[in-house]
């Protein structure tokens, strides 16, 4: 599963993820760090990544437009990298799913 974190979030995630999300990358890595979310779209359906977010924009983008990409929306407030880190941990066969379900469109994690 290939995880395109957004701006939101923060980098070293990819790092600490990497043992179970191998393929994951953060905006800033592929030098979108201060692009809109459109182009952030754009790349994330080019390069089969699945968008992680706290920004609720993305869930109301899937809405409109569906997949790809595929969007999983953390919705916590202000909360430690760690925590996010435990939340998609905790969550690990629900995003394998989502991600193998074709009509599914986003995921909301809290």
């Known amino acids: 599963m290939k995880l395109l974190l ?3 979030l923060s980098p070293r995630l990819a790092r ?3 043992a179970i999300f191998p393929d994951t990358t953060h905006v800033r890595d592929v030098g979108l760090q201060a692009a ?3 182009t952030v779209w754009a790349y994330a359906a080019e390069h ?3 968008i992680v977010s706290k920004d609720a924009d993305f869930h109301q983008r899937s ?8 969007v999983v929306w953390i919705r916590r407030g202000n909360c ?3 925590e996010i880190e ?8 629900d ?3 989502f991600e193998r379900d074709d009509q599914e469109a986003f995921l909301a994690l809290t």
């Open 48 to 50: 089969g990544f699945v």
């Open 63 to 70: 809405f409109v437009l569906g997949p790809p990409p595929k």
């Open 86 to 93: 435990g939340i998609l941990r905790s969550h690990e066969a």
């Open 16 to 18: 600490t993820l990497a």
């Open 80 to 82: 430690s990298t760690a």
């Open 6 to 8: 957004d701006q939101n």
């Open 36 to 38: 809109d979310d459109d």
């Open 95 to 97: 995003l394998l799913a």
